[in-house]
């Protein structure tokens, strides 16, 4: 897959770039009691669109891959980016989990706060959705790095 002869690969990897830490601190903010209120909706959005932006980014760098060829240093850059893709679709799933379980008040005037759906999870979602973006910010550092060295060193 290429854009005016570009591979489409390293164009795409830019979205999974941004999205992907942007959805990580959204999620950690999601997690936050007092600040879930206002970061509800962007983290659920966020994760969806990083999500989507690493499967993208997997999807045309097998392209690029069946296209150049392929060596020990992407090889090592495909296992990272495999890891990133399975993280970021689990706190993916993760903030969907918490937009519809966990509870939140909201500080505007005569709205009513919403009620805690699922109170089994709850305490669970507050620790992983920080450590799901933690592993995920590793994640898509590691991919990063090893996609450098396999562009600059091989």
Do not use: C, Y
């Not at 505007?108 to 699922?118: F, I, L, S, T």
């Not at 590793?138 to 600059?152: F, I, P």
Request: charged share 10%; proline share 6%; no cysteine.
């Amino acid at each position: 897959m290429t854009v005016n002869g570009l591979p489409l690969h390293p164009l795409v990897v830019h979205a999974a770039v941004v999205f992907v830490p942007l959805a990580a601190l959204a999620a950690i903010a999601f997690a936050v009691p007092k600040w879930r209120w206002a970061a509800r909706w962007p983290a659920l959005v966020l994760a969806g669109l990083a999500a989507v932006a690493v499967q993208l980014a997997a999807m045309t760098g097998d392209s690029l891959k069946e296209k150049v060829g392929g060596s020990a240093l992407v090889a090592t850059h495909e296992m990272w980016a495999g890891r990133l893709q399975a993280g970021m679709w689990v706190l993916a799933a993760a903030t969907l989990l918490a937009f519809w379980a966990l509870p939140h008040a909201t500080p505007v005037h005569g709205a009513a706060d919403k009620e805690a759906r699922g109170t089994v999870v709850q305490r669970p979602l507050v620790v992983l959705l920080p450590v799901l973006a933690v592993v995920v910010l590793g994640l898509v550092v590691m991919t990063g790095d090893a996609g450098a060295r396999a562009v600059w060193a091989g």
